[in-house]
């Protein structure tokens, strides 16, 4: 059974930095594509980033050059480190599977959450 358990959001001023946590359990990180998403209030859910299983990445335009996504294979985690946070990055993240097919996935965690504020 999949679980991924998201952590180390909280409230940042713009500028700032973050470093977000998935810990997942039931697949395994090292033998598939991950990614990172983020659903802000109003709006549809979105991929931020993406590790395959090779370890090349892919990032959205809104966050390209302010953001790297990474994984621990030993842990069997996928973090995603984030600078120079904006306003508009203010989201609840998660991590998923990361495959073409992400919109019909039907298990997500609780995510969390990003707030930058001043």
């Known amino acids: 059974q999949v679980q991924l358990v998201e952590s180390g959001g909280g409230l940042v001023q713009p500028g700032g930095s973050l470093r977000l946590s998935c810990e997942a359990s039931g697949i395994i990180v090292s033998v598939i594509a991950m990614g990172w998403y983020r659903q802000a209030r109003g709006k549809q859910r979105e991929l931020v980033a993406r590790i395959a299983s090779g370890g090349s990445t892919n990032y959205a335009d809104s966050v390209s050059g302010r953001v790297t996504i990474s994984r621990d294979d030993a842990k069997n985690m996928v973090y995603l480190q984030m600078h120079s946070l904006k306003p508009g990055d203010t989201a609840v993240y998660y991590c998923?599977?990361?495959?073409?097919?992400?919109?019909?996935?039907?298990?997500w965690g609780q995510g969390t959450r990003v707030a930058v504020s001043s």
């Open positions: 998923n599977k990361g495959y073409a097919s992400w919109a019909k996935y039907d298990y």
